[in-house]
Structure formats: C-alpha cells, structure tokens
C-alpha cells in the first residue's frame, strides 16, 4: 500500500481550538489540516491508473456541498469551500501530490452528485453522500469516512432531549425529505422549508420546536451558534458517508480507503473532525471502518 505523506502542524492546532471558541463553522477555515503534499507523487502510482494521470496533471476538480456549515460551506466572500467534507478532500489530494490552491472545488448538490461523476464534471465527490445500494450501480463510492444519523437541532433551553419528546411538537426539515417522513412517524407534527437555513430560523425564533436532519449537518448550525442551539437525541437513524468516483475508473476505490485509512490511524481525520464538526462542542469520535472495494 502507497503511504500518504502530510501532516498536521502545531500551528493548525491551535488555529482549530481558537476558531472553535468562536463557534464559526462557516468560515474558511483553510489551515485545518496542514497538508504536506507528496514529492514526485504521479512515480507512485501505475501507468494508466487515474491516480497517477491526476497526480501528472497536476489538478483535482472535487464536488462538495457549499451550504451546510461543518460539512461545506462557502460563503460569498470566502476564497474555497470549508468544512469536514474539503478536508478529506485536501487530504487526498495531498497524497496525489496536489496542493489545496490546485483543487478546484464545485458546488454539488444532491441532485447532481450522480450526473457530474458519470459525465466527467469532476474527479470526486464529497458532499454529504450516504452511501446506499442504489447509487453504487451508477458510481462507485469509497468509505464510509463518517457515520451520522437523524438527529435533532433544539434550542439550548429546550425540554427535548429523547425522541419520545417530539411527539405533538412542530418539526421542519427540508421539503420532500425522508427526514419529515421518519420524525412525522415519530409522532411529532412535520413542517417543510425550501431550505435549511430557514428551518433553522425558525428554531432559533422559537416558530418550531426543532429541526431534523443528518446529525452531522445539525452540528454544523450548532457550532454556529453554540450558545443558542444544541444537538439532541441518539440517531435514530443511520448515514453512511462516501466519497464518490466514476466507475470507469475502479482502481480510484482501494487508492481512497488507502489513503483514508491512513489519515484516520494519523489522527489527522481526528484534527479534521475537530476543526470543522467538532466545533459544536460534540465529542470526537472513532473513525469508522470502511467497506472492501468491489473486486475489479
């Protein structure tokens, strides 16, 4: 197996703890692992393997979400993307020999995950993207690097703390999700909202009693506001997030769970956790094991 080669400088440690007294999930927190990128990295890799073609050029173009703080979030003045999700893709990038400045990172939503890798649009995606049956017979997706689950986004002064609390209380979550489906079985009283930063407001006003979503993207808005908003409740269900590659290029699978694998027995997936999720006060936790790649 082919070794990464980065770091996380003492430096970036301490940028990680200050920023999280502040609670700024949002911000472009660039410096939270201080990669150091492989020298000569494309004589590491076979001939006529993706990696050493990217490693060549020089270039990753990565797709990541640009509005769920935590995970990726970019705001109108921000430079690049930050969040867990740009880490890990600094990361591997690192290991391709690539620097932070050369990744070009485009905006994906949910939609098009599946369209911009089968199209070639970009090398990887990593964008909140559970990992599911269904969506390994279009793309291949690497991992999980994290596990989450449903959860519940409360105010720091709520009663709610078990899900057998929300029964007869007003949720949102976005409109259309399995979210407003799994908490209206739950018993409480679902509400949809266009997005989730408007479900957000109305539990930071008090207009719903909680919001609902992936565990990992309440935590996000949590270290936002960190004296206002807390996350509650076990997952009550569970997200299994992957990073996406075509399926044209198979070998790209055993090269991310490698490079992966590394960072999290490193600790550097522990410092990524905690520069960006890890902000909402919530514990670190143990990375997760990831699947066996398909056999080529």
């Not at 700024?24 to 073609?53: C, H, I, L, P, Y």
């Not at 995950?113 to 990593?126: K, Y």
């Not at 909140?128 to 409360?154: K, W």
């Not at 206002?228 to 997952?235: D, G, I, N, T």
């Amino acid at each position: 197996m082919r070794h990464a080669r980065f770091r996380v400088a003492a430096a970036a440690l301490l940028l990680a703890g200050g920023l999280a007294a502040c609670g700024d999930a949002g911000s472009d927190d660039a410096e939270g692992v201080d990669v150091e990128v492989a020298e000569n990295a494309a004589d590491e890799f076979e001939d006529g393997t993706r990696m050493k073609e990217l490693a060549e050029d020089g270039k990753l173009v990565i797709g990541v979400k640009y509005d769920q703080p935590g995970i990726g979030f970019k705001g109108a003045t921000d430079d690049a993307p930050a969040g867990f999700d740009p880490e890990i893709g600094k990361i591997l990038a690192a290991d391709l020999g690539i620097a932070p400045e050369n990744i070009t990172w485009k905006e994906t939503i949910s939609d098009n995950r599946e369209p911009f890798l089968e199209s070639g649009e970009v090398d990887l995606v990593i964008a909140s993207y559970s990992i599911t049956d269904e969506r390994r017979q279009v793309v291949g997706q690497a991992g999980p690097y994290y596990v989450t689950g449903q959860q519940l986004l409360v105010g720091s002064d709520s009663d709610i703390d078990s899900i057998e609390d929300v029964k007869g209380t007003e949720v949102c979550s976005v409109t259309g999700s399995t979210s407003l489906e799994n908490i209206e079985a739950e018993g409480a009283r679902p509400r949809g909202f266009d997005t989730y930063s408007e479900c957000v407001d109305q539990v930071l006003n008090g207009t719903v009693d909680a919001m609902t979503t992936d565990g990992a993207i309440l935590l996000g808005y949590a270290a936002e506001n960190p004296d206002r908003l807390k996350v509650v409740v076990e997952p009550f269900s569970e997200e299994r997030y992957g990073v996406g590659y075509s399926l044209d290029e198979p070998e790209m699978c055993q090269w991310i769970v490698d490079t992966l694998t590394e960072a999290q027995e490193s600790g550097d997936w522990d410092t990524a956790f905690e520069a960006t999720l890890g902000k909402s006060g919530v514990e670190t936790p143990e990375p997760p094991a990831m699947d066996e790649c398909p056999a080529a």
